[in-house]
Every structure is written in C-alpha cells, then in structure tokens.
C-alpha cells in the first residue's frame, strides 16, 4: 500500500522547511528508519528517516524546495508495487499537491543508474564537473609538501606527470632553474616577497553583490530585533580575578584525555547555573503582563559561532551537573550546530544564556537577551593584567563580564548582587567541585 | 649455510622441533605413513611414531578441532590442512576457537598451535582449489598469519610459530616447495614474526610482496635493474600483525609503490597495504599506489587462461614502470 511522506514538523515554531537534498533516489529501496532525505529548518539541518519499509516511487518535491509543514515530499509503495497517475491523484487529493510530470523515462533511469555503478578499478578518473584539485592544479601529495615548504605556488609550473600532474620530479626541477638562474635566494623562498602593487582602475573593483538571506539568518534576524526592540536593556559589568580558576583548569586538565579537557566556559556554565539557583527571578521568562514565569530547570545556553550565524544549545539541568558532564555535553551539542545538525532537544528550554567571545581576545561587550529569557552574560577573555591587590601592584589573571537583563524583569541591584554571587564561585572554583 | 629447497627447509624446521621439545606432534590427512601430500613429512612417521605422526580422518574441522584441544591441554600440536581451500571447513575452529579463547578466558588458555596449510595456484587444479584466500584469515585479530617467500624464512618463521604461544597459521605455496635457497644450519635459528623484511634495496621504486609473489617480484626487479631502475623488495612475510616500517620507510624514499598478491585485489592485502601508506606516509605520494594481482575471476582450469588471470612477472615490471610515469 502506497504512502505518503510529508515534512516533518521539527520543533514547535517550525512553519516550514527547505527540503535540502534527496538521500533516496527514486527506485532506491527504503528500510523503515533509513534516512531519505536532508531538511534544513530556521534552527539545523535535519534527516529524515522513513517511517515505511518499500521502495522510493516519487519524488513530489525537487531539491531547493521551501515547503510547508505537513505538504507531502515524497510517494513510498511496497516493493514491485506500481501506482497508475489516477491512483496518485487519489492519493494526493486530500493534501492539496498537483500530481507532479511524468515519471522519469525509461533512459534516464538508466542513466542514473550507471552514473550510480562503481567507478572502475585503476587512477586517473575523468574529471568531474566541480571537481577541486589540491593547490588548484593536480598534483602528488609529495609535490604539494615540497612546494609548500618552498612556498612555491604550484599554478607557476607546469606537471610532467599524467593528465598534467605536478610530482616531485617537477618541482626539483623549477628549484634547480632558479639555482641555474643565480636566484639561490628565490629557490628558498620563493613567493616571499609580496605582490606588486596593483593599480587601482575601476573594471578591477568587484561589482555590488545582492546575496540571499539564509533561513538561519532571517532566524536570527527576527529574533534580535523583535529583543532589541521590545526589552528593555540594563547592562552590568563586573572583573573577576580568574587566578585560581586558570590553575584549578590546568591541574584537572592534566588528569583528563585531550578530548575531555575542561574549558573555561564550562567552568562558567556550572557557576552560572549555580548562582542562578539563588536567583530565581533571573532564571525566569516574561509570561505576559501581569505573570512572570519562574523557571524550576536551571538551563544554560550557550551560543554557538556557525558558519552564517549563531545557535544556542541548551545545557539541562547544569546546577546539577559535574564539570565534565557540562564540558561533554556542550562540546557534543556545539560540534553538532558546526555541522549544522542538531537536534530538538539541543537547542530547547534554555532558561539563561551565555555569550563568550573570549576565544577571541574581546576585553568587553554586551549581548543582546535571547527571548523570552531574562538575561544574558556576555563572557571576555580571561588576560593577565597589572592589577592593585593589597596597596601592591601585581600581574593578575582577569576576565570581565557583562550581564544584559530585562528591567521589566529585574533591576540594577539584584542583578549586581547575582554578579557578586558569581564572582564568589569563579574566584573560589573550588566550589564548583563539589 | 646449506643451499637447499624450500621444501627441505620446512622439513628441516619441523624435524628439528619435534627433536627438540617431545610436546610437538603433527596431525593432518596422509602426513604419516604416507609422508605428507607434499612429501613434507616423508620419513616422520618412522622416526617419531605413530603418536607423534597422526594420520586423520578427512575432516578438516576435526583435524584443527582436535588440535586446539591438545594445546589447550599443554601439547604444541602442528595441524596441516592439505590446501588452504579446506580450510573453509574448519573455519569456525580457526576463527571462533583458535583466534579467541585466548581472550575470552582472561589469558588463562594458551593456545600453541601451529597449522600448516598450502595456497595459491597455478596447477590447474580448478576454481575450488586453486584460491589464495590469506587476506580472509588475516582479517581476524588473535591469529597469526605467516607466509614465507625464501627457505631460509621458512625455516626460521616456522620454527618461531612452533614455539610461539598463540596460534599461528603458516601459509605456504605449492609451487615454491622446489625453490632453493640458502639456508641457516643452526639448530636455533629463529626469525621474527610480525617483522617484514627488505629482500632486495633499491632508491626507485617499492614493490611490496609476500610469499610466491617475492620471487616474482625479485625477477620484474631485475629487469627493472637493466633499465636502470632499482626497485625495493619488500617481503611482508606476516600478514598479521603485519609491519608496515620497512614498507613506510621504503616508500618515503622511493614515493612510488607497487603491491603484489597472488590472491584477488578487492578486499585483499594490496588493499590493506596501500590504505596504510596513504595513511602513513600521504605526504610523500607522488603517484597513485598500484596493486597487482589475480583476475577477479573464479579461477579457469584452462592452463593459458589460468596463467592470464595470475599476476605475472611481466604485470609487475610494468606496474612499476607506471608508477614512475616511465
């Protein structure tokens, strides 16, 4: 029996989807839980995975597609079963989606077919359309080591090889003509010194470009202004002296594999979290004009730089879990939003966020709140400053922090005071531990 | 030094063993008073007995059944299955026993088995038994696969299996038995398992071998040689564990390979060799790694055919010459 695939509904807010790439060709066969296709959503992209075991009868949908929730993508039968257009249409008639063209014909199949069979045995492939060579020009893996360690762009020489290859042998060759050519020095350092000085005549300037917003950015977009606007910004901020923290991290990270060393963030969720616990009316969302809603999870979020935005993923519960727990999880869900697939439940129910940008050597900023939260901490980087302690002039290990909070939430002091019961967790990490 | 066949090597291996250490017997089909298929065992059954010299019943799973059981039990059994095609039938023995129990019981079964067994074609037996399938046993972790390509390695490879701990199947080629070489006399001469070997230096090009195909490539590198070309012979002679250092270092030198195997490319040991120089040594590729081996054909009985669906000297010779963009 024929079915159909719709788009999934992937998180509450989600209206529509772009239906990214196709994993199942048509005539492929399905088992139920294989992925067939990639969708990508304001938030990630997502697989989806059929619900059916049979065969891919009909693609309703091409790739680039933007299609509402529920609008069917695709036509799954039993294996051998053939659906004539009147039973399609049938099948199609409560959806509201036109049949779409003819099938594919009988050539094309077969073309798709043998563009599918296994490339032959033996080296040198045809060249793709869109294929990247290395370096720009085929070349050995050998060449492209020497020639990097000469700094020798390989688009200046000419490969003996097959089909134009650059080996070894070539690049020896180019070094021993500059040698030949009394240009020792060049031969070391070849493509050291910088380009002329290009003249500056109007045809060489690039042309306006007008480029698509991506759905993450209209994402972003939406939302930032719809807080910048709408909630009322106070900002605070307060040094803390990271001393002891920077010593704790590096004394726990000798006892931890690579890919489990702590990070200086998450020694900021787990402070965080735990001095949101003393200040629920900062764990907190505006419900609507009389209600405030009191969060009972402490969830951080953590916003993460991906390529074309940012996302925030949600660390549950992190008041009640160990450092390393937080790291992992953090580390886990913030490769996934890199890759651009997340899931739901990483980006869900965050209560508070964090913003650190200290990676990258920022002394200060403020964030804007991610709504319907209450506030954000903006994290700088941690440095080592000359600081006065005790009437004497020390080096000291420092990093600022701004918080942005709702005023129609909270106010300038209790907020101050939530800075100060931070500063008591990230000066003493050690209570972080326990 | 003696000059002497292979087959005379790995006689002398096992003779002098079972002198040795009275716990070493041999066990297979017709290896008694017959003296073996191959004529390896010829004069065995005299010497040693019938309890040290077991003629078996045709059956394979019995045979290496039979003498997990006695090394479980402290003996240090030699099981020879007459071709490496039968070994199928011992599979489960060979891969659900003899490669596990070791682990499975915390170390406390050790399992000092040897089984001998003969690969390869070229002697128009047929596509049943004419298969070089070493690569399937070589996959499994927890056993040791040996092939040797000189006497002397027989020699001294099988005489390290014997007295090895862990189980050891040593692969051998019919069509090498008459092959001679020099070989070491002495009563404890050992050679490593697990340690590949450069059977012949060269700055040029490396060709990768084991067993029957060694000599194979030590003739296509002699002729490389009146070209001018030096080509590197690397013998693996351990398909497990199978060391890669004198391959690596080899390639870094030369950065052209060439693998050759007896058995099919697809899944095989030039597939596994060459995945690892890739892996290892990527930046000193200057050319794509070629692998020669047998036609991915069942095999014909028809000899011509049979001969054009083997690697050949000729095929590695020009292997090579592709590999140099010569």
């Known amino acids: 029996m024929a079915e159909l695939i719709t788009m999934p509904k992937l998180g509450f807010d989600m209206a529509e989807g772009t239906l990214v790439r196709w994993l199942k060709a048509e005539g492929d066969p399905l088992v139920k839980g294989e992925v067939i296709a990639e969708i990508e959503t304001d938030k990630a992209t997502v697989e989806v995975e059929s619900?059916?075991?049979g065969v891919m009868l009909r693609h309703l949908a091409d790739e680039g597609a933007d299609l509402p929730v529920n609008a069917p993508i695709a036509i799954v039968a039993e294996e051998g079963e053939a659906l004539s257009d009147d039973e399609i249409d049938a099948l199609l008639a409560g959806s509201g989606v036109k049949a779409p063209g003819k099938p594919v014909s009988e050539d094309e199949k077969a073309v798709q077919a043998a563009k599918k069979v296994e490339e032959t045995l033996g080296d040198d492939q045809g060249e793709e359309k869109g294929e990247t060579l290395a370096g720009g020009k085929r070349s050995s893996p050998l060449a492209r080591r020497i020639a990097a360690e000469h700094e020798i762009a390989l688009t200046k020489l000419e490969g003996s090889g097959p089909r134009g290859r650059i080996v070894k042998q070539d690049i020896e060759d180019y070094l021993a003509e500059l040698r030949a050519e009394g240009r020792e020095q060049e031969a070391e350092t070849v493509g050291k010194t910088l380009q002329p000085l290009a003249s500056f005549t109007a045809g060489e300037i690039p042309d306006d470009e007008v480029i698509a917003i991506s759905r993450l950015r209209q994402a972003?977009?939406?939302?930032?202004?719809?807080?910048?606007?709408?909630?009322p910004h106070f900002y605070l901020t307060r040094v803390y002296?990271?001393?002891?923290?920077?010593r704790l991290r590096k004394?726990?990270?000798q006892f931890l594999p690579d890919e489990e060393k702590l990070s200086v963030n998450d020694f900021i969720v787990k402070a965080v979290a735990l001095a949101l616990r003393q200040f629920p009316n900062l764990n907190a969302s505006i419900e609507d004009d009389v209600h405030v809603r009191r969060h009972g999870r402490v969830n951080v979020g953590v916003a993460v730089a991906v390529e074309g935005g940012?996302?925030?993923?949600?660390c549950k519960d992190a008041d009640q879990k160990p450092l390393r727990l937080i790291a992992r999880e953090v580390r886990e869900m913030a490769s996934r939003a890199r890759e651009r697939k997340v899931k739901p439940e990483d980006i869900e129910g965050s209560t508070f966020s964090i913003s650190n940008l200290g990676m990258f050597g920022i002394d200060e900023f403020a964030a804007i709140i991610n709504p319907p939260e209450a506030a954000i901490l903006a994290v700088s980087a941690v440095q080592d400053v000359p600081a006065v302690e005790d009437g004497e002039l020390v080096i000291a290990s420092q990093m600022k922090a701004t918080i942005s909070a709702d005023h129609r939430v909270t106010d300038g002091a209790e907020a101050a005071e939530f800075m100060a019961v931070l500063a008591e967790y990230l000066e003493e990490p050690l209570k972080l531990l326990v | 030094m003696a000059?002497?066949?292979?087959?005379e090597a790995i006689s002398s291996a096992l003779w002098e063993e079972m002198e040795r250490d009275e716990r070493v017997f041999i066990m297979g089909e017709e290896v008694g008073v017959w003296g073996g298929t191959y004529a390896v065992t010829k004069g065995f059954y005299d010497r040693f007995g019938e309890k040290r010299v077991r003629d078996t019943p045709i059956a394979e799973a019995a045979i290496v059944g039979g003498a997990i059981g006695a090394a479980m039990t402290g003996a240090r059994p030699i099981a020879e299955l007459m071709t490496i095609n039968f070994a199928f039938v011992a599979m489960d023995h060979i891969v659900n026993e003899a490669a596990k129990l070791h682990y499975m019981f915390a170390g406390q079964i050790k399992l000092p088995l040897v089984i001998r067994t003969v690969s390869g074609a070229g002697?128009?037996?047929g596509a049943t038994h004419s298969q070089t399938p070493d690569a399937i046993f070589a996959h499994f972790p927890g056993l040791k696969v040996v092939s040797p390509g000189t006497p002397a390695d027989a020699k001294g490879l099988l005489k390290s299996a014997i007295r090895s701990e862990d189980p050891v199947l040593f692969i051998e080629n019919a069509t090498l038995?008459?092959?001679k070489g020099e070989v070491p006399e002495d009563k404890d001469y050992l050679e490593p398992l697990g340690k590949s070997k450069v059977q012949r230096e060269g700055d040029d090009v490396t060709i990768v071998a084991y067993s029957k195909m060694v000599p194979a490539a030590l003739e296509a590198a002699e002729r490389l040689s009146a070209e001018g070309i030096e080509a590197e012979v690397v013998d693996l002679r351990s398909l497990r564990p199978l060391d890669m250092d004198p391959v690596v270092a080899s390639f870094k030198r030369t950065n052209r390979a060439v693998i050759v195997e007896e058995g099919w490319r697809s899944y095989g040991v030039g597939s596994e060799v060459s995945a690892r120089i890739y892996e290892l040594a990527f930046d000193y590729v200057d050319a794509p790694v070629k692998r020669v081996a047998q036609a991915e054909v069942p095999l014909p009985y028809n000899a011509r055919l049979e001969q054009l669906a083997l690697p050949q000297i000729e095929d590695i010779y020009q292997a090579a010459k592709e590999v140099l963009y010569g």
Not at chain 1, 310 to 314: F, P, R, S
Not at chain 2, 3 to 7: I, N
């Open chain 1, 51 to 53: 619900g059916y075991a």
């Open chain 1, 220 to 231: 972003i977009s939406r939302r930032m202004q719809d807080s910048f606007m709408n909630i």
């Open chain 1, 241 to 246: 002296k990271t001393g002891a923290l920077m």
């Open chain 1, 251 to 253: 004394e726990l990270n």
């Open chain 1, 310 to 314: 940012l996302m925030t993923v949600v």
């Open chain 2, 3 to 7: 000059r002497m066949s292979m087959r």
């Open chain 2, 123 to 125: 002697r128009q037996l």
């Open chain 2, 177 to 179: 038995y008459q092959v």
